[in-house]
């Protein structure tokens, strides 16, 4: 891998969590990765339509970064919980459009 010489300045805790979780000569690569994922790393933000949220996560280019090792799980769960909001809402619809020929066969 190529390695280009960078000056930065990073905050207090970024620099005692890169100092005290790294093994010596690791801490410049441990920086490098982090920068890759954040920036490469699928973001996942709220879902709205013209009611508001609609209770969906999904894929954005903003947002908030899952890391590697939930994603697989986040994904599974964000699809099941997609799936369930679904049929919910076609539920509601039913429910809706039912409940007047409801009332018209009670006497």
Request: glycine share 4%.
């Amino acid at each position: 891998m190529t390695k280009i010489l960078h000056s930065f300045t990073l905050y207090k805790q970024a620099s005692e969590l890169i100092r005290t979780r790294s093994k010596n000569g690791e801490m410049s690569d441990n920086v490098s990765k982090a920068i890759i994922w954040v920036y490469t790393e699928p973001k996942w933000a709220k879902e709205y339509d013209e009611e508001g949220f609609t209770g969906k996560l999904i894929q954005s280019s903003h947002g908030v970064v899952i890391a590697p090792f939930e994603r697989k799980k986040m994904l599974e769960v964000i699809g099941q919980l997609n799936q369930q909001i679904d049929q919910l809402k076609d539920q509601s619809k039913a429910l809706k459009n039912n409940r007047f020929k409801f009332w018209k066969k009670m006497p």
